[in-house]
């Protein structure tokens, strides 16, 4: 499951353009994989890393 | 009307003949031996470093860098920002290109036209894709390509020339594609489709 569908199983509200605006998912190809870059959602808080490794379990 | 005339040796002549207009004007001749020039003169009678012709003014010095992801079968994770992967380096006039971590660190500072394209392979029709060249990690410019559905399919996707200027040291540029599915970036063989970042020094500062 990548980091970007984990953040939607927690928030299955957010759409699309949300990761091009006020969310920010990048992979900068040196290795350390996805990562949230930006979180500037007016509503929904950052989710903690706790969160998104509950997701994957 | 005033004029000095001076006859060559066996033929000719030559006329010094000052204007007939009000004012005065002068000529100082250098203590050098050399052939004065006029505006109808060859251009082969210029001295070297005198500019004749358009290479002359077109800098050769000037710094030229092209790269290219050449069949790297990038996988990339839809809604995510992704850096494109190099590997090939086509120009590099400078020492600014940087496959290790797939950027151009231009060494030389002034103002440079960047331009990229991605190749992109998807694993299902998509409805998004944007293309952005980013100075230092953050994003200069992006251009996005929208339809109503997932009709978007395999190609070549470019973003249009900008401008970004760099400190000659330590700025650096990258290019990097968003996605709406999953996809794969450079997945062709071919040098002139694959994914590319090219730019070349405007303007020095």
């Given at each position: 499951?990548?980091?970007?569908?984990?953040?939607?199983?927690?928030?299955?509200?957010?759409?699309?353009?949300?990761?091009r605006t006020v969310i920010e998912i990048r992979n900068d190809a040196d290795g350390r994989g996805d990562y949230?870059?930006?979180?500037?959602?007016?509503?929904l808080a950052r989710p903690t890393q706790e969160q998104l490794d509950a997701v994957e379990e | 009307m005033a004029k000095i005339r001076i006859k060559g040796d066996t033929s000719g002549y030559v006329d010094l003949q000052a204007p007939d207009v009000a004012g005065a004007g002068s000529i100082t001749v250098p203590n050098l031996?050399?052939?004065?020039?006029?505006s109808a003169s060859d251009s082969s009678d210029f001295p070297s470093a005198i500019l004749t012709s358009t290479s002359?003014?077109?800098?050769?010095?000037?710094?030229?860098?092209?790269?290219?992801?050449?069949?790297?079968?990038?996988?990339?994770?839809?809604?995510?920002?992704?850096?494109?992967?190099?590997?090939?380096?086509?120009?590099?006039t400078n020492s600014m290109i940087d496959l290790t971590n797939n950027r151009v660190t231009p060494t030389v500072a002034g103002y440079?036209?960047?331009?990229?394209?991605?190749?992109?392979?998807?694993?299902?029709?998509?409805?998004?894709?944007?293309?952005?060249?980013r100075k230092n990690g953050s994003e200069v410019a992006a251009v996005q390509y929208?339809?109503?559905?997932?009709?978007?399919?395999?190609?070549?996707?470019?973003?249009?020339?900008?401008?970004?200027?760099?400190?000659?040291?330590?700025?650096?540029?990258?290019?990097?594609?968003?996605?709406?599915?999953?996809?794969?970036?450079?997945?062709?063989?071919?040098?002139?489709?694959s994914s590319i970042l090219s730019g070349f020094l405007v303007r020095a500062t």
């Open positions: 499951m990548t980091l970007s569908e984990k953040v939607r199983a927690i928030y299955p509200d957010l759409q699309e353009s949300d990761f949230i870059a930006k979180w500037e959602h007016p509503t | 031996s050399g052939t004065l020039l006029t002359d003014i077109t800098p050769s010095a000037s710094p030229v860098f092209d790269m290219r992801g050449i069949n790297t079968d990038q996988d990339i994770s839809a809604e995510t920002w992704n850096k494109v992967t190099m590997n090939t380096s086509t120009v590099d440079y036209a960047v331009s990229g394209m991605i190749r992109i392979n998807f694993d299902t029709l998509t409805q998004i894709v944007l293309v952005g060249i929208q339809l109503g559905s997932d009709n978007i399919q395999n190609g070549q996707y470019p973003i249009h020339t900008t401008i970004v200027q760099c400190n000659g040291t330590t700025d650096y540029i990258e290019l990097y594609g968003y996605v709406g599915d999953a996809a794969t970036f450079s997945d062709i063989t071919t040098t002139s489709q």
